[in-house]
């Protein structure tokens, strides 16, 4: 009876794609994503048993008689069935190792009756749209058997009903969605939270002087240049003289235009007197415009408030959406900023400017990347950059990792001689190279368990380089590649990971982790080692944040 309905073929290579499933990948899931990842597999699993059938018959390869494929399929289906259970069972205790490795309670335990309805579920949703695109298909082929050779017909109805399907998915599902949450988005940056009040300091981005507009500066502008340490909190780590941190930021409700709003902050960083100030930091957002807090207050306090820094907005979109739907608006609107506070700072005399940064986390550090040209700046470099979580999209990245040296780390890499490029960890990295560190420096951050860096489209097919072992402090010994399964597995952390690990881990990036990064990129003077380390603690202290 099931064999009307179903491919056992299908069906036998599908449980086993679902029992690899429960195996862990980067981070720890809850039973609805694993549920989801698991109806994924079962459905791509049977994606494959059906087409191998297919190719087989195809080319007319010898088929067992029916008793020895009873036979077969029994014993195949008792083992993937004895696979499945023991994958069902193991799974609560994969998902509690790599949450104990993450410092996490380990209390999860995988309901299977749970991932077991919504994998069905799942895999009934796309089997249904499967039949239906074969049907399509099977419609278009038969209209045109009559004007072309049977296999023309098939070829050309599949390649029409892909591409129908694939213009009612992405122009009118996936745009409709997307006009949703950008509307859905732009309500929620408009709106003013009482949390946060308007500066009544005449020198603070936001105020009645300032030529932002406090309205216009949008949610995440708003809670950036009102929170923050002020000189007093400083001055409880030091006995230097401490300043109050100048911040600048410049929503997407200041104007349209992206030119327009590289122009406007530059204007209020003049106004404000940034470039008076030791340090200037070009922050480029993540896609909401978020600037995460503990990414820009360490080298506040290490700086003795002795800084500014300045930020525009580019989306109201999270960094995922906002990476597929304007990628290359966050880029321009990067270019824009860089290139007004650039010619600014390289017409101001060499020994009275600030030293000149720039930093991003995420798709930040991505668009980050895009904002300058190596060429443009060799005559009058700035001093370095920090991008954290880079994206696996990110070229510079990439080329860098894959021309790594030899025998470094896929997931900590040493490039040359260390005199531009370093990379750390929770564990550091940037304080030791083969060469001294020059004056223009590139410093990534990232985590061997971040899978918004590490993951990348062909681990579908193939292992990457940073599975092999040895492996990252974060990612867990059980981790194993399957083909397509872990594809499946390392795509849904990067669309749901954001959030669910402790800070440290993931894309979760801690503040005390900023603050050994900064501290090796800027070497601040006047500070001694006690001070440092009353510093550092501080900022341990902030992890749960």
Do not use: C
Not at 10 to 31: H, K, N, Q, V, Y
Not at 55 to 65: C, V
Not at 361 to 378: E, R, V
Request: proline letters at 6%; a negative charge; glycine letters at 8%.
């Amino acid at each position: 009876m099931l064999q009307r309905y179903f491919s056992t073929t299908g069906l036998l290579a599908g449980t086993l794609f679902f029992a690899l499933s429960m195996s862990p990948s980067l981070i720890p899931r809850p039973d609805t994503l694993q549920g989801i990842i698991a109806g994924l597999a079962l459905a791509s699993g049977y994606g494959v048993g059906t087409f191998t059938v297919w190719l087989w018959k195809y080319f007319e390869l010898p088929i067992p008689e029916q008793k020895n494929q009873n036979r077969l399929q029994v014993a195949a289906g008792s083992f993937f069935l004895l696979i499945t259970v023991i994958s069902l069972w193991r799974a609560t205790i994969w998902q509690n190792s790599l949450r104990e490795l993450m410092g996490m309670e380990a209390d999860a335990f995988v309901q299977p009756v749970l991932v077991g309805l919504i994998a069905v579920a799942i895999f009934l949703v796309i089997l249904f749209f499967g039949r239906l695109f074969l049907i399509t298909k099977q419609f278009l082929a038969r209209k045109m058997e009559p004007y072309v050779p049977p296999r023309v017909s098939f070829v050309l109805g599949l390649t029409t009903t892909f591409i129908l399907f694939l213009l009612i998915i992405n122009g009118v599902l996936f745009s409709q969605l997307l006009r949703m949450a950008d509307s859905t988005y732009q309500q929620v940056d408009a709106l003013i939270e009482p949390d946060f009040e308007q500066p009544v300091d005449s020198m603070k981005t936001g105020s009645a002087a300032s030529i932002l507009s406090w309205e216009e500066m949008g949610r995440q502008g708003r809670r950036f240049v009102t929170t923050g340490p002020n000189a007093s909190d400083i001055s409880n780590f030091t006995d230097s003289t401490t300043m109050n941190p100048i911040r600048v930021y410049v929503g997407m409700h200041a104007s349209e235009d992206f030119d327009e709003r590289a122009d406007l902050a530059l204007r209020e960083l003049v106004r404000v007197g940034a470039f008076e100030r030791s340090i200037l930091i070009l922050i480029t957002p993540t896609g909401t415009g978020w600037i995460d807090p503990g990414s820009i207050e360490p080298i506040e306090y290490l700086h003795r408030g002795d800084i500014a820094s300045v930020a525009a907005q580019y989306s109201y979109l999270p960094s995922p959406l906002s990476l597929i739907a304007e990628e290359d608006y966050g880029s321009e609107m990067a270019k824009a900023l860089f290139r007004r506070v650039y010619n600014h700072w390289t017409m101001l005399p060499h020994d009275n400017r600030p030293k000149l940064y720039l930093h991003g986390l995420s798709l930040g550090a991505l668009n980050s990347d895009h904002s300058f040209d190596l060429y443009d700046i060799i005559e009058d470099p700035f001093h370095g950059v920090l991008w954290v979580g880079p994206p696996f999209r990110k070229t510079t990245w990439r080329n860098i990792t894959a021309n790594r040296n030899t025998g470094s780390l896929a997931w900590l890499p040493r490039f040359r001689d260390g005199s531009v490029v370093r990379f750390s960890n929770q564990d550091g990295g940037l304080e030791t190279g083969e060469a001294e560190w020059g004056s223009f420096r590139i410093a990534y951050l990232q985590y061997a368990s971040d899978p918004v860096t590490f993951f990348e489209p062909s681990i579908f097919r193939r292992e990457p380089d940073w599975m092999q072992s040895p492996r990252g402090p974060d990612v867990s010994p059980y981790l194993r590649w399957y083909p397509i399964v872990t594809g499946l597995q390392v795509t849904a952390d990067l669309l749901t990971g954001i959030g669910n690990t402790p800070p440290g881990f993931g894309h979760e990036y801690a503040a005390v982790h900023y603050f050994d990064a900064w501290l090796a990129l800027t070497e601040p003077e006047g500070w001694n080692d006690g001070e440092l380390e009353s510093l550092r603690i501080y900022f341990e202290s902030l992890k749960s944040r």
